[in-house]
């Protein structure tokens, strides 16, 4: 099946046409430099540029690919979870389009769209995997019997995402939003070991009460409070340390559950998805991980990490092939829809 697939969770604006497992055409335009200056991302600023973006966006992807609305077999578009303002705008177009055109409509969870768009690398998924998903909003390990009808949260973050987590220190680092790459880049230059970070939900009886859950909250907590400490006594921070110190602590340990739990679920493969995973420490750690406990890793190329339409499209041609059926036209957005609903 060719699916056209449209992503407005947050300051990405994104279309993109999937004809089976290939890439047709991938259009992203980002609001991300208008909020740099506010240090997060303002829905507002947000909603518009998705609603000045949208009829641009969705026109170039079908020229791209060539095509005109009617040559696709269903529309998808991200229903949640993200900010309502967004998703209002991207549904609605979408829906728009669908009952123009006449096409059925997908409205899917982006989340699963982040473990969905690995098959345009790696090709079909195994029928039982496991997969991590570490995003902006999200931290979790799900359990994917089928992308199309079935997964499970098998564990989650209690408190932050670890890239909230890494947003929040790169503000006290003074980098602009969003700060996870800023950390990657200073991390090159550092020694991981230089500072002890905590990992959260590692030891002791929080581990073994929660073995594939995480925390990052402590984590920002014992970075900021060190980093402040320094400042107070105007002495200077080791920037590019405190960087790679972080950055290895928070991939340690998402490695680590991660093969934890892929060993409790038998799964040889193990699915990496967000816009997270384009960190460097976090890809060279899983693939390390991997290599040791037998796990091939799919880890997909980083502009397929990061939100785009590709996910979302993909998503679609699954539940297509599936047979499943479309959402009804008059489905709402959820904010804070679950990572186990995967269509709305
Ligand atoms: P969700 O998918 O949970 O709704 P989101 O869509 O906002 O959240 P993504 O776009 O998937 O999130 O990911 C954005 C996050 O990825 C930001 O926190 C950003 O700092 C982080 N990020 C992007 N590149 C890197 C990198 N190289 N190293 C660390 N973090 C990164
Ligand atoms: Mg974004
Ligand atoms: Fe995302």
């Known amino acids: 099946p060719v699916v056209l697939g449209i992503e407005s969770t947050c300051d990405e604006t994104a279309a993109a046409v999937v004809r089976g497992q290939t890439l047709v055409s991938n259009v992203v335009a980002s609001s991300m430099n208008e909020h740099a200056r506010y240090g997060g991302v303002i829905p507002e600023i947000a909603s518009r540029a998705h609603a000045q973006a949208f009829v641009p966006v969705v026109s170039k992807a079908l020229a791209d690919a060539n095509m005109d609305l009617s040559q696709v077999d269903a529309i998808a578009v991200s229903a949640g979870p993200g900010l309502a ?48 998903i570490v995003s902006g909003g999200h931290t979790s390990l799900l359990h994917v019997q089928d992308v199309a009808r079935h997964v499970d949260v098998v564990g989650t973050t209690l408190d932050d995402a670890a890239g909230e987590c890494f947003d929040k220190i790169a503000r006290i680092l003074g ?12 991390a090159q ?12 939900l590692t030891q002791g009886k929080a581990g073994a009460q929660h073995p594939y859950d995480f925390s990052f909250s402590g984590v920002k907590t014992a970075v900021a409070r060190w980093v402040e400490g320094l400042e107070a006594q105007g002495q200077p921070v080791p920037v590019d340390d405190v960087c790679a110190s972080l950055a290895d602590s928070v991939a340690s340990v998402l490695t680590n559950k991660a093969m934890a739990a892929c060993e409790l679920y038998g799964s040889q493969t193990l ?24 796990i091939e890793v799919r880890i997909p190329e980083r502009a397929l990490c990061t939100d785009n339409g590709a996910m979302v499209a993909m998503l679609g041609v699954n539940l297509v092939a599936a047979g499943v059926r479309p959402s009804a036209l008059d489905f709402s957005i959820d904010s804070a829809m679950p990572l186990s609903q995967i269509l709305m």
């Open 85 to 132: 303002g967004c998703l209002a705008v991207g549904v609605s177009g979408a829906k728009a389009l669908a009952w123009a055109a006449n096409k059925p409509l997908y409205g899917i969870n982006h989340v699963i769209g982040h473990i969905a768009v690995t098959q345009l690398q790696f090709g079909a998924f195994p029928a039982d995997t496991l997969a991590l």
């Open 175 to 186: 980098f602009p939003y969003p700060g996870g790459p800023h950390i990657d880049r200073h």
């Open 189 to 200: 230059a550092g020694d991981p070991h230089a500072i002890h970070v905590p990992q959260g």
């Open 271 to 294: 699915i990496v998805g967000g816009g997270f995973t384009a960190n460097s420490q976090l890809r060279a750690k899983l693939e390390q991980g991997g290599q040791e406990h037998g």
